[in-house]
């Protein structure tokens, strides 16, 4: 029985990760090589993986996808070491409007603007997004902004994670003491008092037990007497 409880906390727990690691933002080093519009269609398995239509825009079953083409520095390490060797990466600019994720982007004309722009000359950007890239699926992770950088080498600082990484852990440990607190006050007494009352009325069956057992043994002491 521990270990369903101690799987069922870790896989919570693995979940929970995931859903960080897809949410929260990341930046990559990329050199913009090309833009282009192509039409999408969406599995019942990839559509929770694309956002909302465009503001204004209707929802369809299908509809055109903004993707920019880069060349990406490697990383390990979660983004936080650079690698010498690069590969080609493809986003999504797609707008994430009111709903979730809450980056309220509502700009993805304007940011393939930038990236076409970008595709025209050499220089490197730095690229935030949220997302994965899943190839089999077709699923492609969601450009946010782009900044120009002077070049392949700069080292980006995720102070948004940092933080929030950061708050999370304190929130943690103020919920644990709220809740030590509140079981303490609370629901430890109301503990306590449970099992003592059940000690009662179990001392009060056991009473009432033998009263039974005493009033058949007088009937027994008869039957022997006759």
């Known amino acids: 029985m521990q270990r369903i409880g101690l799987f069922l906390r870790l ?24 833009t ?30 903004r993707l920019i083409y880069t060349e990406k520095k490697r990383t390990f390490l979660l983004g936080f070491v650079q690698r010498d060797s ?68 700069v080292r980006v600082i995720p102070w948004f994670n940092i933080f929030f990484f950061g708050f999370l852990m304190i929130a943690i440990v103020f919920l644990r003491a709220m809740w030590a607190q509140f079981r303490e006050r609370s ?6 008092s449970a099992g003592d009352q059940l000690d009662v009325v179990q001392a009060g069956v056991a009473e009432r037990r033998g009263r039974v057992r005493r009033w058949l043994n007088t009937w027994r002491a008869k039957d022997k007497r006759k």
């Open 86 to 153: 690069e590969g080609v990466m493809v986003y999504r600019n797609e707008d994430t409007g009111w709903i979730w994720p809450p980056y309220f982007k509502f700009d993805s004309s304007d940011l393939q603007a930038e990236a076409a722009n970008a595709a025209r000359g050499d220089s490197w950007a730095v690229l935030t997004h949220y997302g994965w890239r899943v190839r089999w699926a077709s699923i492609y992770p969601n450009a946010i902004a782009i900044r120009e950088v002077d070049g392949p080498d």
């Open 36 to 65: 282009e519009v192509i039409r999408q269609d969406f599995t019942a398995f990839n559509r929770i993986f694309y956002a909302q239509a465009d503001s204004g825009t209707a929802e369809q079953p299908t509809r055109d996808l």
């Open 11 to 34: 896989f919570v727990l693995l979940i929970f990760g995931l859903m960080l690691h897809y949410v929260l933002p990341q930046h990559d080093v990329v050199r913009i090589t090309s």
């Open 187 to 192: 629901v430890d007494p109301m503990l306590d």
